[in-house]
């Protein structure tokens, strides 16, 4: 089945720091990958849309200048959370779907923790 | 914008003993998802619907699709213990600027006691 890999799983460090996560689709090219975020005990958040080759599209509330997306390649979507603050701090998942909209396949998630 | 009520919350259960959770929207669907999470992992899919009315299986996991497009549930049959884990329905239409993108529930808590 499809496989996502999602890198770092963790990272810690101080505030002001910028922090880049990896999305990799591993056995099919995405042309679309989505970024979420999730508080303690409650669903998954849409962030924002990452299309291959064009501009991420975010959701209302979400600032694109603070969380950067880049998606350079059919199995590569990035997303940099630029002077993270504690605020910042939760679970980011991402997710993949290949060309022929199968279901979305999700990373295994990054816990970000700003300190 | 759609919104999805997923019940119950939690569920309290012995092993062995049947499950079930569902889910309605403000809106229609025209696919709808069915995930489990467990702690600090990304949701797994357990079963994908593509139309109204249809029934699917995976092992022992039943979902259906609402005639409505509106609703979804799972069931789960003689539950064991690594079940446990927070289950959540999820609902997309491909239409317009929304192709592709999926509205979950809030998540159903599922314990269950050996």
């Known amino acids: 089945g499809a496989v996502v890999s999602q890198h770092p799983s963790r990272v810690i460090c101080k505030s002001g720091t910028s922090v880049k996560i990896e999305c990799r689709s591993l056995?099919?090219?995405?042309?679309?990958m989505f970024w979420y975020r999730q508080f303690p005990k409650q669903s998954l958040m849409l962030m924002a849309t990452?299309?291959?080759?064009?501009?991420?599209?975010?959701e209302q509330g979400v600032e694109k200048d603070k969380f950067l997306i880049n998606h350079a390649s059919l199995t590569l979507s990035t997303l940099t959370v630029t002077s993270a603050h504690p605020e910042d701090s939760s679970f980011y998942i991402c997710?993949?779907?290949?060309?022929?909209?199968?279901?979305?396949?999700f990373g295994d998630g990054t816990r970000l923790s700003i300190l | 914008g759609q919104q999805l009520n997923q019940s119950p919350q939690s569920m309290f259960i012995q092993e062995g003993e049947d499950v079930s959770m569902n889910c309605t929207s403000s809106?229609?669907?025209?696919?709808w998802l069915w995930y489990k999470q467990d702690p600090g992992e990304g949701p797994v899919l357990l079963i994908a619907l593509y139309k109204a009315g249809e029934l699917t299986s995976n092992g022992r996991l039943t979902a259906q699709f609402g005639i409505t497009r509106k609703d979804s549930f799972l069931n789960i049959s003689a539950s064991i213990p690594s079940d446990v884990g927070i289950y959540f329905c999820?609902?997309?239409?491909?239409?317009?600027?929304?192709?592709?993108?999926?509205?979950f529930g809030q998540g159903t808590i599922l314990t269950v006691h050996p």
């Open positions: 809106s229609i669907f025209n696919t």
């Open positions: 997710s993949a779907r290949d060309p022929q909209n199968q279901p979305q396949h």
């Open positions: 056995d099919f090219q995405a042309t679309t």
């Open positions: 999820a609902g997309s239409y491909a239409g317009g600027t929304s192709y592709g993108k999926l509205t």
């Open positions: 990452s299309n291959e080759g064009s501009k991420a599209t975010y």
